[in-house]
Nanobody, 115 residues
């Protein structure tokens, strides 16, 4: 059974930092690509960062957000620095396998950046 546990969301001030975690079970990082998406209020869900085939972060967060993973813990992280109000969103962990034709979503974690 595939399961994601997302954590680390909350309230931060502009310029502050948050670290999101996505603890996974039931998938392996060789078969699945884990991606962070976010859905700002009243906007479409957008890709934030992915690890494979190469590390990619969207232009809006490039230089501020870092994606990483700990294979021993089956966990993917999103380190978010120099936060801006426009980073306010629900952040989702996604795992997708083109080979298997499967995709799984986490429940989302809400981050609010406000003074």
């Amino acid at each position: 059974q595939v399961r994601f546990v997302e954590s680390g969301g909350g309230l931060a001030q502009p310029g502050g930092s948050l670290r999101l975690s996505c603890a996974t079970s039931g998938i392996d990082f060789e078969t699945y690509n884990v991606i962070w998406f976010r859905e700002p209020p009243r906007k479409r869900r957008e890709l934030v960062a992915t690890l494979t085939p190469g590390i990619f972060t969207s232009e809006s967060v490039n230089g501020r957000f870092t994606i990483s993973r700990d294979s021993a813990k089956n966990t993917v992280y999103l380190e978010m620095n120099n936060l801006k109000p426009e980073d306010t969103a629900v952040y989702y962990c996604n795992a997708a396998s083109l080979r298997l034709g499967r995709e799984h979503w986490g429940q989302g974690t809400r981050d609010t950046v406000s003074s």
